[in-house]
Structure formats: C-alpha cells, structure tokens
C-alpha cells in the first residue's frame, strides 16, 4: 500500500483562538450559570432581554466575555473570507490581528456614538435597553461564526458553502434580535420615529456603506 502524504496548513495560531473562545464560554457559564442559561436561548425566546434588560447593566463582566467571544470569531470568520474569495492578497496571522484590531474599535466608537446620541435626545433609558437587546443578539451570533470558523479551520478548508451559510445564519440570528427589539421598542420608536431613521442612517446603514465602498475600490 502507497502512502499519501496529507500537507495541512499551519493553524496552530487558529487553535489559540479556539482555545482562547472556549475559555471565555467556561468562565461565563461558570460564572454568570443561571444568565448563561437564558442567553443560549435568546433566538427561540425573550426571556434573557426581559429579565436582564432591567437592571440597565450594559457594561457588565457577562456582556464583555461574550463581545470578546464575537471579536475573536468575527475576526477569524472575515479572516477566512478574504482567504476564500483572494481579497487583499496572501494573509498572515498579522492580518488577523489588524482585523481584530479594526472590529473592536468599531464596536467601541459606535456604542459611544450611540451613548451621546442618548444623551443628547434625552432618552438614555429606551437607549440602553436598545442596544443591550441589539448587543445581545451580536454576541450571539458569535457561536455561529464559532462554528463555521471550526468547520473552515479543520474539517472543510476554503469552503464556499460553508461561508455563505454561515453568513446566512450570522444574518438571520441579527435580523430575529431586530424584529424583537422593534416589537418590545414599538411605542418608543413610534413616538420618536425621525430621530429613530436618523440613528438608524447615521449609525446602522453609513458604516456598512462606507466598508462596502471601501471594499468596491
């Protein structure tokens, strides 16, 4: 019998990553069991919005582990998109680190952003409320990626499919979070509507179009 030599690509830095996003699902579960619980769920039911929501805790050590859980996977996921489809050329663990790098900031300004936005319409309740839902459904949709980033490392490199899939999952998860959040936000939207399509213009649409126009070019 012949022997196949297999070359695998080197992913022991990918591995890390792994590592380092189960530790964070540990350390929440372990820590925070009961909100934990809830959380998993979020997708088939509000329970975790409608009993965590109420403290008006948006910067909390469960919230923080699981935005850590989305960047780290987030990251690798548009790490292995560019790979896949030859965007920007041969890509090294650096690259990942500027995307990762790139991702958090983002996330940072914007929900500053969205704070002052807050303060200066006098609304920072229905705000906080907003974006903890919003948030929560973000980080959520961090174990799809989680998955596909599994799948795309060791048992299906480069796969097409298996990308856009989980860019169809990643959207269906945020799009079940908005429903939600204009559901349960629906009198305060109603009221407040202008300033509700200008948030959603200045600081949901306008970044996507101007990565996309950066992307285009």
Same mark, same amino acid.
């Given at each position: 019998?012949?022997?196949?030599?297999?070359v695998?690509?080197?992913?022991?830095?990918?591995?890390? !990553?792994?590592?380092?996003?189960?530790?964070?699902?540990?350390?929440?579960?372990?820590f925070?069991?009961?909100?934990?619980?809830?959380?998993?769920?979020?997708?088939?039911?509000?329970?975790?919005i409608?009993l +965590?929501?109420?403290? +008006?805790?948006?910067?909390?050590?469960?919230?923080?582990?699981w935005?850590?859980?989305?960047?780290?996977?987030?990251?690798?996921?548009?790490?292995?998109?560019?790979? !896949?489809f030859?965007?920007?050329?041969?890509?090294?663990?650096i690259?990942?680190?500027?995307?990762?790098?790139?991702?958090?900031?983002?996330?940072?300004?914007k929900? /500053?952003?969205?704070?002052?936005?807050?303060?200066?319409?006098?609304?920072?309740?229905a705000?906080? +409320? #907003? /974006?903890?839902?919003k948030?929560?459904?973000?980080?959520?949709s961090?174990?799809?990626?989680?998955?596909?980033?599994?799948?795309?490392?060791?048992?299906?490199?480069?796969?097409?499919?298996?990308?856009?899939?989980?860019?169809?999952?990643? #959207?269906?998860?945020?799009?079940?979070?908005? /429903?939600?959040?204009?559901?349960?936000?629906?009198?305060?939207?109603?009221?407040?509507?202008?300033?509700?399509?200008?948030?959603?213009?200045?600081?949901? #649409?306008?970044?996507?179009? !101007?990565?996309?126009?950066?992307?285009?070019?």
């Amino acid at each position: 019998m012949e022997s196949i030599t297999r070359v695998f690509n080197n992913v022991d830095w990918v591995t890390a !990553i792994f590592v380092v996003s189960l530790f964070v699902l540990v350390l929440s579960k372990t820590f925070f069991y009961h909100k934990f619980i809830n959380f998993v769920a979020l997708p088939f039911n509000n329970k975790y919005i409608f009993l +965590h929501s109420k403290k +008006h805790i948006l910067f909390n050590w469960f919230n923080v582990l699981w935005s850590v859980f989305l960047w780290l996977n987030v990251a690798l996921f548009v790490y292995y998109l560019l790979s !896949i489809f030859k965007i920007g050329g041969t890509l090294t663990p650096i690259n990942y680190l500027y995307i990762f790098a790139i991702i958090s900031l983002f996330v940072v300004v914007k929900l /500053v952003l969205q704070f002052i936005n807050s303060f200066i319409f006098n609304a920072e309740t229905a705000i906080v +409320h #907003i /974006v903890f839902n919003k948030v929560s459904y973000q980080n959520y949709s961090g174990l799809v990626l989680f998955v596909a980033n599994i799948f795309l490392t060791y048992i299906t490199p480069y796969s097409e499919l298996v990308a856009y899939l989980a860019l169809v999952l990643f #959207i269906v998860v945020l799009c079940i979070g908005w /429903v939600n959040l204009l559901r349960i936000h629906r009198n305060f939207i109603t009221v407040n509507f202008f300033y509700f399509i200008l948030y959603l213009c200045a600081l949901e #649409i306008s970044p996507f179009v !101007i990565i996309g126009s950066y992307l285009k070019y």
